[in-house]
């Protein structure tokens, strides 16, 4: 059993990135560079607060606080697991890269109310971080909301009538997702208690790993849970058919698309899956009743689907969008298998998709703030032009298609076992159909790019350096995933740690590193 | 200390008194009175509030030292201390508020409007601290007398719908009325706590069951549940909106309050789900009214109006949590009467500052306010927020308590009428919010929504304005502290029985 | 037995009679003034409520005198009178109030038929 320790580290890393904001609106427009000296802190400070962690939680020592009582017997409690820190490193890192990019991106395209702009972003961060150390399922929902209310404001920022129709939608389902979320979790406060006399015990709603939610419960009862949560949840990781919201959002800026829609925003949907199944239900509960059989449906589903529709997407961000759902649904099917070696895949994929994924996006954003091309279809000889953003695209491309040698393959060959492992060979067929699609519809971009000539892009014409090189790190960042999986912030074995507290079987697939 | 639960109402009809007599001699004086006698009263509540939260025992007093069942007796416990400070702390700062919006809304009228707004309060608070049935139902009349003076301030219109207001709220205090008469009757006594030892003998009893409904259907219809909510939405439109701004957070909620006090502390527990099953009528008719509400206030043009329903549908969420009959509903009730005034108070104040500062009153028109008063919409914003339940806003929790009690009650259609109602609120305050926070559409309108030095709006309005706003988040955040020490001792009755 | 029953109560059906008779004019007459005789109607029934409750047979009025002296049996239960008078106040202003309310209605429309009222109402708009 792991240990607690008393630790402000978790409240502080939430809160500076809130101070950020503060510090942002209060700064305002007329001294930009100021202003993005505060984003810069924030975000390294963040980061730097989540890494003094880490060496504790490896340690099997969580850092731990609570504040106080949010409801009775249910406090707001943060805490630091394996599977917290895994995605809060991840998105407090892509944060400093995305901050940097951002600059170049808001000026290339000189949008306006950049100042909203950068402080929702840095509140969305707060949000996130949040997501990830709740300790339990009301503080998680908290955060959660948060997360989706302080979205909005990005997804409308071009405040075109567009802008605004997607917006709407986007609430729409943001907040159903949300009351549903509440009501699951209400539901399951009663179940532990909260209507008896002696109220809720201390601790009743605490994630653990394994689950805590009693195997006595009627199956109408627990099925209506599970289906809250997977309302709630499945939103924001684009299961289908739930998905619909996300590909729309896309009209925000690329570094929106970039860092929410492919990493924060989106993996907190699919991190509370690995909280709701792993934590909540455990592995036990939700197969024997029936519920992680349907989750995989619907995220095998989502997988060859998402890969389908986004063959058939000219506009460049469209296509990753559905790409995005698809990888998601990855990391979804994984945790539905239960089996070890499926979750371990599934943990890493949160890392890896991230880091390919966000590649991707820069590397649009990129094209788009220099020759303000969008679609598939124009980008024939940008690779003269553009070599290393476009390089970098094959690279992410690659990875997602599961190459070997980007992150990519990591994570899937892991995913392919877990499939095999829990005998489910339809999954498995699932997953490698998906690689192919995934080169099928990224691959020709790199292609084309390079291999056909357009009289528009003769000559060697890099976007700013401010964009060039966050691209470059996240690619070398996608590549070091992939050769030596456990090198940078001990990702892979975070993901053991993870497998090991939800389903209590270690394993040690690097040969004990 | 002693003298704390008659001091409160009596200090408020003395300034009521003098405000009015001064404000013959000068304007000026008429308000300073009142304000005083208001402030005054607001202490006194927060020291009794004090008293009861450090764990203190009930303040009871026996008016002219008449002991009960002869004298009328007054009672500051747990729940008239959580009451009465609602009251007076939104009713202050409405008071604070008003003078500008008056003399914008209903000008050369203020004189009158001082006493009748502290008579208001006179009224609420006493019905909160009397424990005798037929004195409520005097200081009902005395809140309402003085509430339809102040809604038909505005004139014409005004008082058209003040008028229906009026005969609606006779009906409501007259079936009251025949309530405590069949009460009386049976038990021979007006004071609470004595009535509550005779009744559990007397519960079969025809009239007494007779007396609970005529009571609770009273005061449903004065807390304006739905389906005698039709007033409402005129009398809040036509109305000053700092005379909204104090009408609509509290008035309403002291009827509901005037409910739960019989359930939980004059009827004896399980008389209004086992003998009549008037709980459930409550919960049903609350459930259509919280949808019925919602739906209405979407399709409304005017911001007023679109509160009014809102108004509509969350009195709903507080008889919904009333009928649950359990503790974890009954909790939530009484913390949405808190949150609901803190954030209705909150909207409407809003509502008038942007009157004073733009002359707008219809949503269309409120395209770009928050380029030109981006506090006073960042305040907006908080209060749309929690009306959605967006945590951690006091609407959150509230919601949440209620969810938490229709489980626990497994009422599962009312638990589905509160999700629902909140997508719906959710429709209408983030078109809301879309329409402030976004750009001017024309540039005349941009340049009238220009922004301005936020100074220009007066500290009086913009203060109480910010401190509801963060009020609201407070007792989000604050929630368990409430609960721990005051609503558990509320509810106590309930979860002992 | 039925007849009895009535018979016994006979003042109990008057009044609940004359409380349908006012929430009928409160409710169905479309003239303002009519609805405040409505309500006006209402109150006083209810008023009644209390008087006949309070009845005794051969009991007179709450005032000592020396023939009866203390004995309760021969005085009626003062209470409720006091109960009446307050009520009667409290109704008188409401009336005031609703008479008042309908003046300003009328000097700015020039009716109390709610029909044309409302339809003023909407024009002035």
């Not at chain 1, 567009?162 to 729409?172: C, E, S, T």
């Not at chain 1, 499926?342 to 220099?370: D, N, Q, R």
């Not at chain 1, 390089?391 to 992410?396: L, Q």
């Not at chain 2, 008038?352 to 006073?376: A, C, E, N, S, Y």
Request: with cysteine; glycine share 10%; hydrophobic share 55%.
């Amino acid at each position: 059993m792991p240990d607690f320790i008393q630790s402000w580290a978790p409240l502080l890393a939430i809160l500076v990135s809130a101070l950020g904001a503060v510090a942002i609106v209060a700064t305002g427009e007329k001294r930009r560079n100021l202003r993005e000296t505060w984003t810069i802190i924030a975000a390294v400070a963040k980061f730097g607060l989540v890494l003094s962690m880490l060496p504790s939680v490896l340690a099997g020592n969580y850092p731990e606080v609570k504040l106080m009582q949010l409801s009775p017997g249910i406090e707001l409690a943060l805490r630091v697991d394996p599977a917290g820190i895994l995605f809060a490193l991840s998105a407090s890192f892509l944060w400093i890269l995305t901050s940097f990019y951002a600059f170049g991106y808001m000026r290339g395209t000189n949008e306006k109310k950049q100042t909203r702009f950068f402080a929702m972003l840095a509140v969305c961060l707060s949000a996130t971080i949040g997501i990830c150390f709740s300790a339990n399922l009301l503080t998680f929902v908290l955060f959660y909301e948060i997360l989706s209310v302080a979205t909005y404001p990005l997804v409308i920022h071009a405040g075109s009538e567009k802008a605004y129709r997607i917006g709407r939608q986007y609430l729409v389902y943001a907040i159903t997702a949300g009351i549903a979320l509440v009501a699951g979790i209400a539901l399951v406060a009663v179940a532990q208690g909260a209507g008896s006399a002696e109220g809720l015990a201390a601790g009743a709603l605490d994630f653990t790993g394994g689950g805590f939610l009693s195997p006595d419960l009627s199956m109408g009862m627990l099925w209506t849970i599970f289906i809250c949560f997977f309302i709630g949840f499945g939103v924001k990781a684009g299961v289908m058919p739930l998905h619909s919201w996300l590909p729309n959002a896309m009209i925000a800026p690329t570094p929106v698309s970039a860092l929410l829609h492919a990493v924060a925003v989106v993996k907190a949907g699919v991190f509370g899956f690995v909280r709701l199944v792993g934590y909540t239900f455990g592995p036990d509960l939700t197969g024997a009743m029936g519920a992680a059989a349907m989750l995989a449906a619907f995220a095998g589903v989502t997988i060859l689907l998402a890969s389908a529709i986004a063959m058939t997407k000219d506009d460049l961000k469209a296509r990753l969008a559905y790409s995005t759902v698809g990888h998601l649904s990855y990391i979804v099917l994984g945790v539905a298998l239960l089996a070890p070696h499926a979750i371990l895949g599934a943990a890493f994929h949160m890392v890896t998709h991230a880091a390919m994924k966000i590649t991707l996006f820069f590397c649009a954003g990129a094209i788009y703030v220099h020759t303000h091309k969008k679609k598939v279809s124009q980008l024939d000889g940008i690779g003269r032009q553009m070599p290393l953003t476009l390089f970098a695209f094959g690279v992410g491309a690659v990875g997602l298609a599961g190459v070997p040698l980007v992150g990519g393959f990591v994570s899937k060959w892991y995913l392919a076992q877990g499939a095999i492992d829990a005998g489910s060979v339809v999954f498995l067929v699932f997953l490698l159909l998906s690689g192919l699609l995934n080169a099928a519809y990224l691959l020709p971009i790199v292609v084309r790019a390079f291999f056909r000539s357009s009289p528009e892009h003769t000559r060697f014409d890099e976007a700013s350096p401010l964009m060039v090189v966050p691209i470059v790190v996240t690619m070398l960042l996608a590549i070091l995933l992939g050769v030596w999986p456990d090198g940078i912030f001990r990702f892979f074995t975070l993901s053991e740690m993870i497998v090991e507290s939800v389903t209590g079987t270690a394993i040690t697939a690097l040969g004990g590193s | 200390m002693s003298q704390i639960p008659v001091l409160i109402p009596t200090v408020l009809l003395l300034a009521a008194l003098i405000s009015l007599l001064a404000g013959l001699v000068n304007r000026r004086a008429g308000y300073a009175t009142a304000l005083i006698g208001v402030v005054l009263t607001l202490g006194l509540s927060l020291t009794g509030l004090v008293h009861i939260w450090m764990g203190g025992e009930p303040i009871r007093y026996a008016l002219g030292n008449w002991l009960p069942p002869i004298g009328i007796e007054f009672v500051f416990d747990a729940l008239a201390a959580y009451m009465v400070a609602i009251i007076m702390f939104v009713g202050t700062l409405v008071f604070i508020y008003a003078p500008r919006s008056l003399a914008l809304e209903a000008p050369g009228k203020e004189g009158l409007a001082w006493p009748a707004m502290v008579l208001v309060l006179a009224g609420l608070t006493g019905m909160c601290l009397t424990g005798d049935l037929f004195n409520l139902y005097v200081f009902l009349e005395i809140a309402a007398l003085a509430a339809y003076a102040l809604l038909a301030i505005g004139g014409g219109a005004g008082a058209v719908a003040t008028f229906r207001y009026l005969l609606i709220g006779a009906v409501g205090g007259g079936f009251y009325l025949i309530g405590v008469a069949f009460l009386y009757f049976s038990a021979g006594t007006l004071n609470m706590a004595e009535m509550a030892m005779l009744l559990p003998e007397l519960s079969q009893s025809r009239a007494v069951q007779a007396a609970g409904v005529f009571m609770v259907a009273g005061l449903a219809i004065k807390m304006a549940l739905f389906p005698f909510h039709f007033w409402l939405p005129d009398v809040y439109t036509h109305a000053p909106s700092a005379v909204a701004g104090l009408i609509a957070p509290v008035m309403t909620k002291v009827s509901a309050y005037a409910i739960i006090r019989l359930f939980l502390d004059v009827f004896p527990p399980g008389f209004f789900t086992e003998g009549i099953p008037l709980l459930a009528a409550l919960g049903w008719v609350s459930a259509v009214g919280i949808l019925y509400g919602s739906i209405l206030a979407i399709g409304q043009q005017d911001y007023r109006r679109m509160l009014a329903y809102s108004s509509v549908g969350q009195l709903g969420y507080i008889g919904l949590g009333v009928a649950m009959a359990n503790p974890l509903g009954m909790i939530g009730a009484l913390l949405h009467v808190l949150n609901h005034a803190f954030m209705k108070g909150l909207l409407f104040l809003v509502g008038g500052v942007v009157r004073l500062r733009t002359g707008r009153t219809r949503i269309p028109d409120f395209q770009g306010v928050g380029r030109k008063m981006p506090w006073t919409m960042g305040a907006f914003t908080i209060g749309a927020l929690a009306m959605v339940g967006i945590p951690p806003t006091a609407g959150f929790f509230s919601k949440w308590y209620l969810l938490l009690g229709a489980a626990d009650a497994q009422a599962w259609t009312w638990f589905a009428v509160i999700i629902a109602s909140s997508l719906l609120s959710a429709i209408y305050f983030f078109r809301m919010l879309e329409m402030v926070w976004r750009n001017p559409e024309t540039d005349a309108a941009a340049q009238e929504m220009a922004p301005v030095p936020e100074g220009q709006t007066p500290v009086s309005m913009i203060g109480p304005v910010a401190i509801l706003a963060v009020a609201v988040m407070v007792a989000g955040i604050m929630n368990v502290a409430i609960v721990s020490a005051l609503l558990d001792r509320v509810v106590a009755p309930m979860a002992g029985g | 037995m039925t007849v009895d029953f009535v018979l016994g109560r006979y003042p109990y059906f008057l009044i609940a009679i004359l409380i349908g008779i006012g929430l009928y004019g409160m409710t169905i007459k479309r003239n303002l003034l009519k609805k405040v005789i409505g309500m006006t109607i209402f109150q006083t029934a209810i008023y009644l409520l209390y008087i006949q409750g309070a009845t005794k047979a051969g009991a007179t009025i709450p005032v000592r005198s020396a023939e009866l002296g203390t004995d309760a049996a021969f005085y009626i239960n003062p209470l409720p009178q006091v109960i009446v008078l307050t009520a009667i106040v409290v109704g008188v202003a409401i009336t005031g109030v609703a008479l008042s309310l309908l003046l300003v209605a009328y000097r700015r429309y020039g009716t109390l038929d709610e029909d044309l009222l409302l339809e003023r109402m909407k024009e002035s708009v």
